[in-house]
């Protein structure tokens, strides 16, 4: 069994900046790619950007310049640093996890999400 489990929301003003943590744990024999994802009220889910094994980062248009996704992989961790943070970014930021629990096999997990609230 594999959690994945975020940390580090909470509100922050217009202009200021979160980190946000997600840790995957349990049967792993390797982590592969870890994806950021957010939710805003009424609307669909949107990737963020996602980062490889081998630390390769990829960001949507929207958020390059003040996003910056980081993994440390002897922790099964990534992070995702946000400056410069807006009103438009509030939203439950969920990460993802690409996991493979042994030599062959991937499977995707998501964990529970983490609230990040902007105020103007």
């Known amino acids: 069994q594999v959690h994945v489990v975020e940390s580090g929301g909470g509100l922050v003003q217009s202009g200021g900046s979160l980190r946000l943590s997600c840790t995957a744990s349990g049967d792993i024999f390797r982590v592969n790619d870890m994806s950021w994802y957010r939710q805003a009220p009424r609307k669909q889910r949107e990737l963020v950007g996602k980062?490889?094994?081998?630390?390769?980062?990829t960001l949507e248009d929207s958020m390059k310049g003040r996003f910056i996704i980081s993994r440390d992989n002897t922790k099964n961790m990534v992070y995702l640093q946000m400056n410069n943070l807006k009103p438009e970014d509030k939203a439950v930021y969920y990460c993802?996890?690409?996991?493979?629990?042994?030599?062959?096999?991937?499977?995707?997990?998501w964990g529970r999400g983490t609230q990040v609230t902007v105020s103007s």
């Open positions: 993802h996890a690409d996991v493979q629990a042994g030599p062959k096999h991937e499977f995707g997990y």
């Open positions: 980062i490889n094994r081998g630390g390769m980062m």
